[in-house]
């Protein structure tokens, strides 16, 4: 036992070497999770920003300006056309949508009338503003599509006699189907389960944190393989066989070193996220702990058996970072697999990143127990169990 | 002149024979922008690249009526088959377990007595007490999500426009006259249809897109890839430059420098040879990974000639920032590790990772000093159908960039020394 503490003691010591290791222990960690947490939720107002250009400037553009500011997706930027498309050339804003000059009017009428919208072309975001624009269109339109509605209807039983008593109609029509609308019960509820509710959370942010973790914890430990290489190239891996250490205990020195260093990394990680970003890990510490863990014994492993494929300190970093990113992103710990084809999100259950981020999103997401992440946890104990055996059967001193 | 251009080919040759610096390079960009284009749907022929398909959604219709059938179909509706996989159940565990088991995105669930609250009896013309569609949403898929309540919301904003149009219509006409109160119960049939036939002409409202709108055009066949192949090609030039600052490093470490410096050689003339070597080294990567993600993802990057002139330029403003590093290092060591740390740190701020529109001003604002931000607005220029005269702006701020950072480099390396 003396022994392996020694061993993972050192491993310690060697790595924190350098100053510049805490940059990826803490520092870069914790920019990654707050830039791409902020990216995706963050404080303030995160709906995606819209031009608009009213060259109407009449009630229901107004109106229609208003509904968009409600939307829950986009929020409007009001600008003079030069303005906009000045800024919409930009690229900063996924689309641009002008009111035109008379649309009060025409919409009153109640007849049909054209937005002008551009959009950017590659946008997920123009995808998502367009619905947006759509929605609140709809929501201004709707009264007067009543009203024109039951013009109609009269019109086909008895036309008017003049012009002024069709207005009259239609504006008698317009102020009855406001009312309805105004009076109009909640058609629609949204739910979620107890738990996550419990939690009111916010998802993005945990998710993206959760992500982060798994990355930055995943790429060092990967790196374990360097420190194999370090001590083999140097020839002091050699100088351990004359010593009373067997391979086992080196080899469980190492790791333990490195999945203690791991689980430091990871307790500060989590404290920094609850404590300044105020990202709730969920309601089972134990189960976040035994998850973690788990998940740290199964890197580790696969770090240990990389070391025993690679020659050079040079490849083990290389292979680390490009190994490590691969896998999270994989994972769903970059983007939620959620927007993944069906066929990735099958592949992807061959990776332990995947199960360690599903095990993630239960607690923090879910708001689950234990319980629920037991599963996960067996599966990431049997990435770690494979991975080890393969890394000791492989095992050479030189 | 033609030493400087020996040592920097030296240095690439050097590089070349590196393994492990090939693997970042080269093949990590590659595997990047691989997996990349597999979880977006590149390679499964997915329509719709934004990556949103097949959300699975699981429908509970308890309504006899047909409003809750109507709804049923909207999820079952081709238009939507793309978008949605939908699936029924009759009952509500069982699509909350869905959704609390991540199999589903959300569960609609259509409570008895939905069409009765809104549409009115026959006989007595009244609706019974209003009772509401439950959307109930998996938290861990928030866009899947929200696509399903934007979809059962806008077939209720329909639902309801219909049902207040009958209502007025209805008490205009006797209001006004027109029907007598005797009539109406008759003429509930024809006026409902003829309603119904004014709808179908659709929305009030429509968004127009410009036809002259060339981005529009060019928009269908944008491939998402072009955005992320330069996105990867950024992130690991960075790590091109700021490995070749390094080796300035480790060539004095190691005593080749003065050896070098033994050679009729001047210090000024090492150095440049040493930078150009490393500029080579980045252009030589860019322009590598662009042919192979062009041979094997068939991805346009665009105008040949802007995309040559761009790698030449990015790859002056990365060099710019490997040589800074370099001169603020101390040991090889050093470099190494904050220049890995400066190439990660530069790729999310430059947008490599998640699009830097996202950010809040001050941070679009920082992620503008980096070679990444300028690189990928031109790359996605280019590939949006710009051609070189598009690139004003972006060239113009990498070079300002590249000789700035050179000029930084050269007072620092002399304070030094």
Redesign the interface.
Known sequence: MRQILAIAWKDALLRFSGRSELLFFIVLPIVFTMLIGGATSGSGDSRLPVLVVDEDQGELAAELTQALQRSTAIRPVLRDRAAAEADFAGDDFPALVVIPAGFSTVLRAGTPVALELRTLPDSVNALAARQAIQAAADAVARASLAAAGSVAQAERLRPFATEAERTAYFEDALARARAAFDAAPARLSVTQPVNAAALAADDAGAQASAGQLITWVLIPLLATSALFAYERNGGTLRRLLTTPAGKGTYLLGVIAGQLGLALVQMLLLVGFGAVVLRLNWGSSPAGLALLLVTFGLAATALGTTLGTFIKTEGQASGLSIMLGMTLALLGGCWYPSEFFPEVAQTAARLLPTTWAMQGLTDLVIRGQDIAAVLPEAAVLLGFAAVFFTTGVARFRYE | MKKIFIIGWKDLMLVLR????L??ML??PL??TL??G????RF?G?AN???????PVVVVNHDGGQLGTALAEVFASDDLAELLAATTTASDAEA?RQ??D?LA?AAVIIPAGFSSS?IPAFDTGATTA????????N??????A?VV??I???F??E???AQ??G???F???LA?G??APEQASGAVAE?AR??ME??S?G????????SA?P??E??DD?D?M??FAPGMAMLFLMYTVTHGGRSLLAERQAGTLPRLLSTPTSPAQVLAGKVYGIYLTGAAQVGVLVLASSLLFSLRWGDPLGVAVLILVVAAAATGWGLLLAAFARTP??A???G??LM??FG??GGS???A????GW??ALSRLTPNAWGL?GF?TLA?GGSLAGLALPLAALLSMAAILFAAAVLVFRRKS
């Open positions: 590196d393994r492990a610096a693997l970042l093949a990590a595997v990047l997996a990349l597999f979880v977006s749907g499964s997915q690249p934004s990556g949103l398909a097949d959300i909350r959704v609390d991540d995105a809104v209003p009772v509401a569609v439950e959307l109930y949403a938290p861990a898929r928030p866009v899947g929200g309540e934007t059962v919301a806008g209720l904003s639902v309801e426009t207040v149009t209502r007025v219509t008490d205009q006409l006004s027109r029907l006026i003829g309603l004014g709808q002409s929305a009030l409202i429509t968004l127009q897109t410009p709108d981005a529009a060019a928009g944008f998402v072009a955005f060591a050093q190494g590790s904050l890995s740390a990660l740190l999310i701020l990772f998640v699009p529109g996202n950010f809040p941070l679009q607005e996605t949006r």
